[in-house]
């Protein structure tokens, strides 16, 4: 059977183009770029030029507001610890939202640890973040408070907008994960009103080893790494040329290829997710509409995740589980139980997120393997009726 | 979080999974155990049919991830045609050896199939009483 690789938010390839275009940054133009002969001006001009690319693709202000780091995590560190030490002088509260990624949510528990108050703003049934809880859990002290645009795990996009706005009422900075976002939902820092916005090579099919994060101008944020101070203090460290040459090429492809491969993405996932929630006692997790493109996520009952991923492998076709039994800390996903799922419920979730390898023509032979998933596992569950 | 859950099984795991043996249910069974609960993602319902005090017939029903679905496959192969006195001395750490190993983090949470044998017969020799 040829393999249906559903699992972009967990790996994507890199794009064949990115990759000729960053190639020789490995081998032939190895330079540093803190040298200032030729070789080490070779390597200045590659990471300005894919700065310059990351600040487009998200209207930034200028390029200087982007700083490049090794991961999304390593942003997302950068972001809230920076700015809560940074500022601590205007208090010591940080919020997030209950369905962050971890990285977020560990830095934040952090801080609690050294003396921090942390808040953790509820979702709806969604995913969507309550407006209301938002408004009166900031106070003047907050920081910052992180609103992810996208979670990855139920697809649902956040109306970052309306969260700017309260967020910005009480003089708090916002910083926004997009790394789900991407690529998958045009991105503008300042028409969004986002202060700080985190982004990862890897989930735009560029190398692993990249991330970026955006810094308004009027954003004061420490470093939360020491060394010879590179990406203007804020990320001391020798950067990744290869890593970073391709993030900025991936982010220029995607932007310009965004819409035409978003309708097409769309299209298969309504079709998955039409077909697939006909299963009896099958249902979407997420928003239905305010929804990523590319990204189809279901749960059933009576049967457990990681049966369900390791069965559809048999078919040859790869998908995620927010299942408790596929993580290290045996806990069911956060995101499933902050939607309002029970433990029981979270514990069947299966996550399909699309991309350049997938066409709806793949459609029937995904819904047909989930269909005889699902019926082999119930056969053998005690908890079908 | 997510995790693709390649969680590092052993063949024999896979191939219980894939082709789990005496899988139902036995009307009316001489001994019946069921542990587990679905909060913590694995329920194991065990059923035995047993002459002599020998196990003559096992079913089972799981509901869990892939380690939890093996080793109930694997304990009813260990327990049939087993003296009810030998099988309750099976441990989960047989039923992890026969399948080539668990990983560690299954060890305990999905590993629950020997327990489930014991309950049945427990049960079986309660209603004999």
Redesign the interface.
């Known amino acids: 059977m040829d393999k249906i690789y559903l699992?972009h938010?967990?790996g994507m390839p890199v794009d064949p183009r990115v990759f000729d275009f960053a190639k020789p940054y490995l081998v032939e133009k190895f330079g540093n770029p803190s040298s200032l002969y030729n070789d080490g001006l070779e390597a200045k001009s590659a990471v300005e030029d894919a700065r310059a690319k990351i600040a487009k693709f998200i209207n930034a202000e200028d390029e200087k507001t982007i700083i490049f780091t090794g991961s999304a995590t390593e942003s997302n560190n950068l972001a809230v610890r920076g700015t809560a030490l940074r500022n601590i002088g205007a208090g010591k509260e940080v919020l997030a939202s209950a369905i962050e990624?971890?990285s977020v949510i560990n830095c934040m528990k952090e801080l609690q640890k050294n003396g921090f108050t942390f808040k953790t703003v509820p979702v709806d049934s969604f995913g969507i973040v309550d407006p209301k809880k938002l408004e009166s859990y900031l106070t003047k002290n907050t920081t910052v408070a992180s609103i992810m645009y996208a979670n990855?795990?139920i697809g649902t996009i956040e109306p970052i907008k309306e969260i700017s706005k309260i967020v910005h009422e009480k003089g708090n900075y916002l910083h926004v994960d997009a790394v789900a976002a991407a690529g998958r939902v045009p991105i503008d820092v300042q028409g969004d009103g986002i202060d700080l916005l985190t982004l990862s090579s890897n989930d735009l099919y560029g190398p692993k080893g990249a991330g970026a994060l955006y810094i308004k101008p009027s954003v004061k944020v420490q470093s939360v790494l020491l060394g010879g101070g590179q990406e203007r203090g804020l990320r001391s460290g020798t950067e990744n040329i290869f890593a970073i040459a391709g993030m900025g090429e991936a982010a220029q492809i995607m932007m310009k290829e965004m819409n035409k491969e978003n309708a097409r993405l769309k299209e298969m996932r309504d079709k998955l997710i039409s077909e697939i929630t006909k299963i009896k006692d099958a249902y979407l997790t997420g928003h239905p509409t305010q929804r990523l493109p590319h990204h189809a996520s279901f749960r059933f009952s009576?049967?457990?995740?990681?049966?369900i991923?390791?069965?559809m492998d048999?078919y040859n076709i790869?998908v995620?589980?927010?299942?408790?039994?596929?993580?290290?800390t045996?806990e069911?996903?956060?995101?499933l139980l902050a939607i309002g799922l029970?433990?029981?419920a979270a514990?069947g979730s299966m996550?399909m997120t699309l991309g350049s390898s997938n066409n709806i023509s793949q459609v029937p032979t995904i819904v047909k393997a989930v269909k005889e998933t699902v019926k082999r596992l119930r056969?053998?569950?005690?908890?079908v009726e | 979080m997510i995790d693709t859950a390649q969680v590092g099984y052993s063949k024999k795991v896979m191939e219980h999974f894939m082709n789990p043996r005496n899988v139902g249910v036995i009307e009316n069974p001489d001994g019946y155990g069921k542990v587990g609960n679905p909060v913590c993602g694995d329920v194991m319902e065990i059923f035995i049919k047993v002459k002599n005090d020998i196990i003559t017939d096992i079913k089972f029903k799981t509901f869990g991830c892939g380690s939890a679905i093996a080793t109930s496959s694997m304990v009813t192969e260990l327990a049939k045609g087993k003296h009810v006195d030998d099988a309750i001395k099976i441990t989960r750490a047989n039923v992890a050896d026969e399948l080539d190993g668990l990983p560690p983090q299954k060890m305990h949470c999905s590993n629950l199939a020997a327990d489930a044998l014991h309950e049945a017969i427990k049960n079986y020799k309660s209603k004999k009483k």
Do not use: R
């Not at chain 1, 069911?332 to 995101?335: I, K, L, M, T």
């Open positions: 699992d938010a967990s990624h971890i990855n795990e009576y049967i457990e995740g990681e049966s991923l390791i069965n048999m790869q995620a589980t927010g299942s408790a039994c596929s993580h290290k045996l069911p996903s956060h995101v029970k433990h029981e514990h996550v056969e053998l569950s005690p908890l």
